[in-house]
């Protein structure tokens, strides 16, 4: 029993509900990504017990994200930080949106959603974009694709399975040999409004794996997913010679008729009449089904009437019976070929037989070929070698005269150097005089000069010295002046006092002069 299988076996806490060759698969398919730190979105949580399988079996993973549009999922707790609910319908933008800002890409993303066709479609249209490259897009519970419930029903082209179905299609979009894109093959989808596909993303799917109920999509880089080139080894071919010379060819698929993709869809919508049908057929509108899925798929084949329109349910039956008919011309075919394969056989190896004669014949024309190939090829070297020393002998003769005119360029050369070099040892000697003479006048100005400047010097020195003598006898004659200056004015005070003083008394001025006479011997 894998490790998986043991995980769910043994597992407690919250339910999880899965079939067991699921759990099988999942153990082959999971395991390199076991202990890898890994991205895991699982769309429908319900009792969320999934979640704990994954966080226990992936130990290793970074993120593991449910989805779930019931409001129930809200009150889900985990212990392991890791696990994370986006509680919203997982086929919106808005809720994709959520579920991105958790984590931008993931490595393995299970529907285990709605099951109905178009969310399933229109979820893997906006998650198969985030897968990363070598990851795994699985789709559970797709028996309800064959359920008009599901918006299912065998051979409904609208029905999820239909859907997966196309992406092997998809997958060989190499050998189609129809000038038609991957994307033009869903063009039904995007005319529903389901969901439009880039030709880039398509060009991604490695491959679609079918089990009982699951859809594996694996993801990788467009390049890988080409055939690449043919490998042809080995030389032998005794059998069949057909793969001799393919070795690193593309396939190149021949061109087809382009058929009718769309033609049990393009006839019926005109025919359908989806008022008619629901208003006809009370179980179908109680079903909430696509009524006109519910025709394609069930409905059809049960013999309900797609319109009440007369006449489009004459040309209905018309085209029933020409089909009926084609189907019969095709039975006689197959009939003739039943009665006459002995014939065609023996035609058809008479052909092979032909063919394998000229294949003979034509090798022999090869092998010719080939002879003559290599007698053309001895000419050709001959001939090359002809060649070769006619060129050689060119190149001595060649060498010889370049040499020859080099000879005489450089004696040339020689004798207008020499006369270049006495005409520069001419004017050398002319500009050595010019030179002294020029030195000699230089000598005399600097003499001249230098007697100027000693002869102006001596008077500077003579004005120099009177100056200061000047200045010497000025500063006597200054201090002379001032101190006579200072006498006269004490003077000039005093004069200035004894005539007031005599002025305001007139008489004892008078006395005291007399006065001052007498005392000094002098008669009045
Ligand atoms: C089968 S259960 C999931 C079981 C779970 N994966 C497990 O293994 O135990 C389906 C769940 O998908 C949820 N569901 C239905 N439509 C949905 C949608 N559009 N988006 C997200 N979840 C959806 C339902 O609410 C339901 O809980």
Redesign the pocket.
């Known amino acids: 029993m894998s490790l998986l299988e043991q995980l769910i076996e043994t597992h407690t806490g919250k339910?999880?509900?899965?079939w067991s060759l699921y759990v099988r698969e999942y153990a082959r398919l999971f395991e390199p990504y076991r202990d890898q730190p890994i991205c895991l979105l699982?769309?429908?949580?319900?009792?969320g017990?999934?979640l704990e399988v994954w966080s226990d079996y992936f130990a290793q993973a970074r993120v593991l994200v449910g989805?779930?549009?019931?409001e129930g999922c809200r009150n889900l707790t985990y212990a392991d930080s890791r696990v994370h609910v986006v509680v919203g319908?997982?086929?919106t933008v808005e809720t994709r949106d959520q579920i991105l800002s958790i984590s931008a890409t993931f490595d393995i993303i299970i529907d285990?959603?709605?099951h109905t066709a178009s969310?399933i479609v229109k979820s893997f249209a906006l998650y198969f974009e985030r897968l990363s490259e070598g990851g795994l897009y699985i789709v559970e519970d797709l028996h309800c694709s064959y359920w008009q419930n599901y918006q299912g029903g065998l051979h409904n082209p609208l029905s999820s399975i239909h859907f997966f179905k196309s992406l092997c299609d998809i997958v060989n979009h190499q050998s189609w040999g129809l000038p038609m894109s991957r994307r033009e093959l869903l063009t039904e989808f995007s005319k529903q409004d389901i969901a439009e596909f880039s030709e880039d993303l398509l060009a991604q799917i490695h491959s679609v794996e079918f089990l009982n109920s699951i859809c594996v999509v694996r993801k990788a880089a467009a390049p890988n997913n080409t055939l690449g080139p043919r490998i042809v080894r080995g030389q032998e071919a005794f059998v069949d010679v057909g793969p001799l010379g393919l070795d690193g060819q593309d396939l190149v698929a021949p061109l087809q008729c382009m058929p009718d993709l769309a033609a049990p869809l393009n006839a019926e919508p005109l025919l359908f009449d989806e008022d008619f049908y629901l208003s006809n057929y009370p179980d179908v509108a109680a079903a909430g089904v696509n009524a006109f899925a519910h025709y394609l798929g069930n409905g059809k084949s049960e013999g309900r009437h797609p319109t009440a329109d007369r006449a489009a349910l004459a040309a209905l039956q018309e085209a029933k019976v020409w089909g009926r008919e084609q189907a019969a011309v095709l039975a006689g075919i197959a009939e003739f070929v039943a009665d006459n394969g002995d014939a065609l056989t023996q035609a058809i190896e008479a052909s092979q037989k032909q063919l394998e004669f000229w294949h003979l014949q034509h090798a022999a024309r090869f092998d010719q070929l080939t002879q003559m190939s290599v007698e053309q090829e001895d000419r050709e070297v001959q001939r090359l070698d002809k060649l070769e020393l006619n060129l050689v002998g060119m190149r001595a003769e060649l060498t010889d005269k370049l040499s020859e005119l080099l000879m005489a360029q450089s004696l040339e050369l020689a004798g207008s150097f020499e006369a270049s070099q006495s005409k520069l040892v001419g004017g050398q000697a002319e500009h050595a005089v010019q030179i002294a003479f020029l030195k000699n006048e230089q000598a005399k100005q600097a003499e001249q000069a230098q007697r100027q400047y000693e002869s102006l010097h001596g008077e500077f020195i003579a004005l120099k010295t009177s100056f200061i003598q000047i200045n010497a006898a000025y500063w006597d004659a200054k201090q002379t002046y001032e101190a006579c200056v200072a006498e006269l004015r004490e003077e000039l005070e005093a004069e200035r006092v004894r005539l007031a003083w005599r002025s305001a008394h007139p008489l004892k001025a008078f006395w005291r002069d007399l006065f001052s006479r007498k005392t000094a011997g002098v008669d009045a």
């Open positions: 339910t999880t509900d899965k699982e769309i429908g949580v319900q009792n017990g999934s989805c779930d549009i019931d319908d997982a086929s285990d959603g709605s969310d």
